[in-house]
């Protein structure tokens, strides 16, 4: 009688437990949605939300985010352009999307999208819960420093050191020039070059830059990589084009020939790819297929297995975000690896790979914090992360929140032995914490960052960042980028324009 008695008993907590499970903690805005419709919706959801990316949970996004912005966007991608009295944006009619990007006929049914967007709406939160903290204003391990020079609209899309030279490269879209400037921040010359350069190699006394021709979303094939040439007529000279706006460049002997070839991210749109172009005996480059996904944002060479060939690892920052390594095989082969994913509405911006906690192998600084998509609010999940390496895995020990941060520089700023970081934000709170475009996380051991910025950080919107000895004194010094462009979720009508359209951050080093 008893163990019969103890049998039911048992039975009836594990049927309310899985009864519980059914039990959906609803917003308070879809509080009507039926259970049934949300049970149905998260099992479509894993059957059709995951085809292309990381399955995204409904919690990492508010429901007026789903319901008015991811999901509409969506629909499309099953072939759904309108539903109910809303038609759906889609770029059906683009010439640069391949055939059957969109399917012809819907891949589910009307009741069965209701059921995702019940999901979806219903089970989010109505806000998301984002952290708000002060960060002092007492930035000491650097002299922040302004050039003469002022641009009438700064739109920088690239900046970088060159510390052979002592020179800061600066590319203002405004003007269409690469300004150079000496480590006292004097213009020294520039070039004029069409478009929007996005990154740059220095080989010896040549420099070769990766240009988007357009900086817009878009899949048109404008981009391309160029010479660039100072003290010539021509100062780009055209080495391949019909890229879809690259933004990512790197130059090595992928086949070991003898010659360098280029390796290029082409972000795109809908559609992009990351390929390496060879460069021929007799002069040109041959394009070679690497991966055809759209978001290649950043790209390291290294030499993992120690085999002299050159392998890569790349950040894919659109749609499927991860980090991905690519093997070199020889002969222009690659085996490809998935190291992180992340869901797509993280908006990875950047990482580095670097040894944080001093055990010799490479671990990686992540950032995410693109809020130019269909969901432009703060996010908590927004900012810096320390990924460290363990017998070949990678597991999150760090974060740090950071609305909008858009890219890290790590290095040992202040020498003391351990790894700093520097990060810049494109979206912040320019509201309640405009000067949190830029924070410095000075390292204090034990994982523990003491956190600081500085008062100037809010004359920009800072979309680029690099770290070099610019003067040459053996400290490391950063430069900030500044487009002025007024973006989502800015929340402040700020006139970027009038701010400078570079900043150095000097290292003061041991004159503190």
């Known amino acids: 009688m008893r163990k019969s008695f103890l049998v039911v008993f048992v039975c009836t907590i594990i049927v309310a437990l899985f009864a519980c499970g059914d039990e959906w903690q609803r917003n308070a805005s879809h509080a009507d949605v039926a259970d049934e419709s949300i049970r149905k919706g998260k099992a479509l959801a894993a059957q059709y939300c995951q085809s292309c990316h990381l399955l995204p949970e409904p919690a990492q ?68 819960a984002v952290p708000a903290k002060e960060v002092p ?97 021509a100062n780009a000279q055209t080495l391949f084009d019909s890229l879809q706006r690259p933004v990512a460049l790197q130059r090595t002997d992928i086949n070991g020939d003898g010659r360098a070839d280029f390796v290029v991210g082409s972000f795109g749109f809908f559609t992009g790819h990351l390929s390496w172009f060879e460069a021929l005996e007799g002069g040109g480059f041959q394009k070679h297929l690497i991966k055809p996904l759209p978001g290649a944002a950043q790209i390291y060479v290294t030499d993992d297995n120690s085999d002299g060939l050159p392998d890569l690892w790349v950040l894919f920052a659109q749609g499927d975000e991860s980090i991905r390594r690519f093997i070199n095989l020889g002969g222009g082969r690659f085996k490809e690896e998935v190291v992180l994913r992340f869901p797509a509405v993280w908006g990875s911006t950047s990482f580095q790979l670097v040894d944080m906690d001093g055990d010799g192998d490479g671990d990686i600084v992540y950032t995410c914090g693109d809020n130019a998509d269909y969901s432009p609010i703060l996010k908590p999940y927004h900012g810096v992360y320390v990924f460290l390496q363990e017998e070949g895995k990678f597991r999150q020990q760090f974060f740090y929140h950071l609305n909008g941060a858009f890219k890290a520089r790590t290095a040992d700023f202040d020498q003391d032995g351990d790894m700093d970081i520097a990060a810049i934000s494109f979206f912040a709170d320019y509201r309640l914490q405009p000067a949190q475009g830029f924070v410095y996380l000075q390292n204090r051991g034990g994982w523990n960052f003491g956190a600081t910025t500085f008062a100037q950080a809010a004359l920009g919107r800072w979309i680029t960042l690099d770290a070099g000895d610019l003067d040459g004194d053996g400290w490391t010094d950063l430069v900030l980028g500044n487009m002025a462009k007024p973006g989502a979720a800015s929340g402040a009508s700020v006139q970027w324009e009038r701010g400078p359209l570079f900043l150095v951050l000097r290292n003061a080093g041991g004159k503190r």
């Not at 008015?68 to 809303?86: C, D, Q, S, T």
């Not at 990154?199 to 988007?212: K, R, T």
């Open 61 to 128: 996004l508010d429901a007026a985010s789903w319901e008015k912005g991811v999901l509409p966007h969506m629909g499309p991608r099953l072939g759904i352009f309108a539903y109910g009295f809303e038609r759906y944006p889609a770029l059906a009619n683009n010439p640069h999307l391949p055939r059957g990007f969109y399917p012809d006929t819907p891949m589910l049914s009307f009741v069965a999208w209701q059921h995702i967007i019940d999901y979806y709406t219903a089970t989010a939160p109505d806000s998301l």
């Open 137 to 233: 204003q007492t930035l000491t391990q650097f002299q922040v420093l302004q050039p003469r020079y002022q641009s009438a609209f700064p739109l920088t899309s690239f900046t970088a050191f060159d510390t052979v030279n002592h020179q800061v490269l600066v590319y203002d879209m405004s003007t269409e020039q690469l300004m150079r400037f000496d480590a006292g921040l004097e213009l020294k010359d520039s070039a004029i070059i069409k478009g929007a350069v996005s990154d740059a190699v220095q080989s010896g006394s040549e420099l070769f830059a990766s240009n988007m021709g357009n900086i817009n979303p878009n899949d048109a094939p404008l981009g391309s990589v160029q010479q660039i040439g100072f003290k010539t007529t």
